[in-house]
């Protein structure tokens, strides 16, 4: 069993910056794929970055790349999301997520997010 617990979300003025920390645990989380998604209201949730623990390869949306750095911590099974130059667009809930496949769309566990909120 995989478990995600996200913290680290709050509000910012634009153009700040916040870090996201995602605690994962489970017997076989070495073997999944992590990223980060978000979600904000009346919006499709949407693929922000994602990360691999063996090689730390990594992929961003279009939207944060320049941005937004994801990394990891593969001893405290520790995966984080630095978020510099934020807009209020980037407003939304953000969550942690575990895929047996890396990349954008598969993701079979997720945490129970954490809220943005970025003032203009």
């Known amino acids: 069993q995989v478990q995600l617990v996200e913290s680290g979300g709050g509000l910012v003025q634009a153009g700040g910056s916040l870090r996201l920390s995602c605690a994962a645990s489970g017997r076989t989380i070495g073997s999944y794929a992590m990223g980060w998604l978000r979600q904000a209201p009346g919006k499709a949730r949407e693929f922000v970055a994602a990360i691999t623990w063996s090689t730390g390869n990594t992929d961003y949306a279009d939207s944060v790349k320049g941005r937004f750095t994801i990394s990891r911590d593969n001893v405290k099974k520790m995966v984080y999301l630095q978020m510099d130059s934020l807009k209020p667009e980037d407003t939304a809930v953000y969550y942690c997520?575990?895929?047996?496949?890396?990349?954008?769309?598969?993701?079979?566990?997720w945490g129970q997010g954490t809220q943005v909120t970025v003032s203009s």
């Open positions: 997520a575990a895929g047996r496949v890396y990349g954008r769309r598969s993701y079979d566990y």
